[in-house]
Every structure is written in structure tokens, then in C-alpha cells.
């Protein structure tokens, strides 16, 4: 079992940064690929970012492309994403996402998620 939690999010202006922090407990945080998704107000969940167990691999999203970074600290247990130059479609809960499969885009690849944390970009 593995239990996520996310910190982080909160109202910015277009433009601006936020940082998100989402903390592991319970199984070795390092075997698992780590991922981001959000989920608008009526829309459906969408993949943000991914990165492998090591650090070594990462994937976005096209619409976060250049603007949001995610990385990793295994001896924190903890991932980031970094999400700069932030527009009002970036608006959404995000999420955190443990899977022991490596690297995916898809939700049904993670076998744990956080509880979330809202993002809220005011033009």
C-alpha cells in the first residue's frame, strides 16, 4: 500500500507558479513511476506529467509542454511539479499518482492515487 498526499496547490494569476508536492508512505517509493493528472470542474481526469522510477524518463502532456516540470526526490519519497507561466485553463484539481508498471499516460496504470489538491489561475 502506498499513500499519497499533495500540497501545493492554491490561487494564482496568469502567469504566475506554483509548485505542487505530493509525499509517499508505506511501500518503497522508488519502485513506483510517479504521475500528475487534473481534473477540471465537468471535464474528464487528464494526464499532466510522468515520470519513471529513477528520474530518468519523464513525459507530458502537449498542453503543459515547456511550461510545467516534474521531478523526483526518492530519498524525500516525494515528486514535484513545477507549473509555470499558468493560464486559467490550467484551473483543476491535480492529482498524484503511484503505478508499479513504469511510465504511463493512461489512469488505470496507477494503482494509487492522493486525494488531490485545487489549482486555480485567475486571468
Known amino acids: 500500500q502506498v499513500q499519497l498526499v499533495e500540497s501545493g496547490g492554491g490561487l494564482v494569476q496568469a502567469g504566475g507558479s506554483l509548485r505542487l508536492s505530493c509525499a509517499a508512505s508505506?511501500?518503497?517509493?522508488?519502485?513506483?513511476?510517479m504521475a500528475w493528472f487534473r481534473q477540471a470542474p465537468a471535464e474528464e481526469r487528464e494526464f499532466v506529467a510522468a515520470?519513471?522510477?529513477?528520474?530518468?524518463?519523464?513525459y507530458y502532456a502537449d498542453s503543459v509542454k515547456g511550461r510545467f516540470t516534474i521531478s523526483r526526490d526518492n530519498a524525500k519519497n516525494t515528486v514535484y511539479l513545477q507549473m509555470n507561466s499558468l493560464r486559467p485553463e490550467d484551473t483543476a484539481v491535480y492529482y498524484c499518482?503511484?503505478?508499479?508498471?513504469?511510465?504511463?499516460?493512461?489512469?488505470?496504470?496507477?494503482?494509487?492515487w492522493g486525494q488531490g489538491t485545487q489549482v486555480t489561475v485567475s486571468s
Open positions: 499518482a503511484a503505478g508499479s508498471q513504469g511510465i504511463g499516460v493512461l489512469g488505470f496504470e496507477y494503482e494509487y
Open positions: 508505506g511501500r518503497t517509493f522508488s519502485a513506483y513511476a
Open positions: 515520470i519513471s522510477w529513477s528520474g530518468g524518463s519523464t
